[in-house]
């Protein structure tokens, strides 16, 4: 994970896999968001999470389905 320090990563859970990775929440958005009337199950849907730099201290990550 070392080479996405400091970026934003969105992880496949299903597939335990990193399917993008941007330096902003923006630049990933729309593969971890989905319009209020989109009723995907949310286990299907991409987490997306910020991924710390070797500096900086552990800081809690709260994954959560953002909808748009």
Not at 15 to 33: D, F, H, P, Y
Not at 48 to 60: L, M, S
């Amino acid at each position: 994970m070392g080479q996405f320090a400091g970026k934003w990563v969105a992880v496949d859970t299903a597939k335990n896999r990193i399917i993008a990775v941007g330096e902003t929440l923006k630049e990933i958005a729309s593969l971890v968001t989905r319009s209020v009337k989109d009723k995907t199950v949310d286990e299907k849907i991409p987490a997306a999470f910020k991924v710390p730099r070797k500096d900086e201290g552990p800081y809690v990550l709260c994954v959560r389905t953002m909808r748009r």
